[in-house]
């Protein structure tokens, strides 16, 4: 047994911190990219592209986030490629993401009225002319709160991330558990960094919602 002190312990605990907040960051903006690739295929429908999202959504919003991380940890070592536990966690939590923001979004397309489409198209501009200039402007409005609000569920998810051994805040804690023996006190340092990353987010997500519903 290590004896540790309180400090010691939350200070260990913050310095892991810094890699839950890196990986979020990453499979979110990652997420977002490949999210919206996937939307503009979507909406353009180009041959075969509603029917690949669909599937791509189905396949990682229907299975648990927990196989996905292992199988592209353990999967990609089966093609020959050195696969770190970082790598691994961002490539996964980053599918994760997409396949979610992508349906998010997709819905405040849909909630653009139908009107809005055929002005743009009344005016001559290509399709990524109406996208740009006159739907997105208006989806984004819709989606800046829901958006927001699913960061949150990324930050938690990034703690499933430990099983594949990447030291982040949930796997950290477990390191010190094992040196202290002192879970009680060790977790519920975990859980109140957890709750400091993500109850100001979902504050955040509910004033952009009130904002916009005021708005419209």
Known sequence: MVDFSL?????????????????SLIAFVGGGLVGLALLVARTARWPGAERFVAGYVQLFQGTPLLM???????????????????MAAAVAL???????????WRG?????????????QSLALSFGEQ???????????????????????????TALASVIGFVELTKAGTMITNATFQPFLVYSCVALLYF????????????LERKMNAVR
């Open 7 to 23: 400090w010691d312990i939350f200070r260990n605990l913050l310095l892991a911190a810094r890699w839950t907040v890196s990986l």
């Open 68 to 86: 996905q991380l292992f199988l592209a940890y353990f999967g990609l070592a089966l093609f020959g490629v050195d696969t770190s536990a970082w």
């Open 94 to 104: 980053t599918l994760y993401t997409s396949a979610f923001l992508v349906e998010i």
């Open 108 to 120: 405040c397309v849909a909630a653009v009225p139908k009107g809005q489409w055929e002005a743009a």
């Open 131 to 157: 996208l740009r200039h006159v739907i997105l402007p208006q989806a984004t409005r819709i989606a800046i709160a829901p958006t927001v609000g699913f960061l949150v569920q990324v930050v938690k998810g």
């Open 196 to 207: 400091a990353l993500c109850f100001p987010v979902s504050l955040y997500a509910r004033s």
